[in-house]
């Protein structure tokens, strides 16, 4: 079964900085909780994105069980939209599409999350239990950080 994971966010910012930002594989490190010992390995991860760009991490999403995953950036619109489709990882499906609009109180970022877990109904009962729960805290933590850094909320 596809799930969809839809989140919104506002930033006080321009859209070249938020653009430079995201598009920088290495900036995920800082918006990943912690605890998920999330390590881009990719050697170019300090410039920007580009279609077709591979880009290879690991990361701890339970148990501290150290996982490999690779993503392909399948889709780039400079300074309007990005989509990382994963290769290998934990999931059985996943698509990430970035999107950039800008207003007059900044840019809102627009995230587009298209994923299914493996193992069937395994899969759906693991996503009822514990993975739904963990992406939402996830993107609460990114949610957070992203505040703090460009919208000025202090700790």
């Known amino acids: 079964m596809r799930y969809k994971l839809l989140r919104e966010q506002q930033l006080n910012c321009d859209l070249d900085t938020a653009w430079d ?7 995920l490190e800082k918006i990943t909780p912690k605890e998920m010992q ?23 999403p339970i148990l501290k069980i150290q996982i490999k995953w690779r993503t392909r950036i399948t889709q780039v619109d400079p300074n309007i939209s990005f989509t990382d489709f994963q290769e290998q990882g934990p999931y059985k499906y996943w698509n990430h599409f970035h999107e950039f609009l ?11 999350i298209t994923y299914e877990l493996p193992f069937g109904i395994l899969g759906t009962i693991a996503h ?28």
Do not use: A
Not at 21 to 27: E, G, I, L, R, T
Not at 102 to 112: A, F, M
Not at 129 to 152: A, G, H, P, S
């Open 128 to 155: 009822q239990l514990f993975v739904k729960n963990k992406l939402n805290k996830i993107f609460k933590y990114r949610f957070e950080v992203l505040e703090k850094m460009f919208n000025r909320v202090k700790s």
């Open 38 to 60: 999330f390590i881009v390995l990719s050697k170019d991860n300090n410039h920007t994105i580009y279609e077709g760009q591979l880009i290879n991490y690991t990361i701890s």
């Open 102 to 112: 800008p207003n007059e109180k900044g840019v809102l970022i627009k995230d587009t």
């Open 21 to 27: 930002f995201f598009s920088s594989p290495h900036n």
